[in-house]
């Protein structure tokens, strides 16, 4: 079992910045695909970004792709999501997730996970 512990969520302006992070406390991510999502209120989960194992693949959501930023480090056992120029539509519970697969495809749906955090709050308002 993986534990994820996501973290950093809050209150941002429009326009502001916020990073969350995303632990696994005891246990290495390095062989895991690492994915965020979003859940509106009233809507569905719906994916924002994933990493591969090393870094050097990355995939983001259209409504996000210039303005969010997922990293890693494995060293410590973390996945991030830096998110700049924040907007009201942003606002979300954001879920962290991890795939034990070495391929990165398909990694914007949600089945393709195996786990998941517990989700941190975004509220985007001014």
């Known amino acids: 079992q993986l534990q994820l512990v996501e973290s950093g969520g809050g209150l941002a302006q429009p326009g502001g910045s916020l990073k969350l992070s995303c632990a696994a406390p005891?246990?290495?991510?390095?062989?895991?695909?690492m994915g965020w999502f979003r859940q509106a209120p009233g809507k569905e989960r719906e994916f924002v970004a994933a990493i591969s194992w090393t870094g050097g693949n990355v995939y983001y959501a259209d409504s996000v792709k210039g303005r969010f930023t997922i990293s890693r480090a494995n060293v410590k056992n973390t996945a991030y999501l830096q998110m700049d120029n924040l907007k009201p539509e942003d606002t979300a519970v954001y879920y962290c997730?991890?795939?034990?697969?070495?391929?990165?495809?398909?990694?914007?749906?949600?089945?393709?996970?195996?786990?998941w955090g517990r989700g941190t709050q975004l509220t985007v308002s001014s």
């Open positions: 005891g246990r290495s991510i390095t062989s895991y695909v």
């Open positions: 997730s991890a795939a034990n697969k070495a391929y990165i495809s398909g990694s914007q749906y949600d089945t393709y996970y195996d786990y």
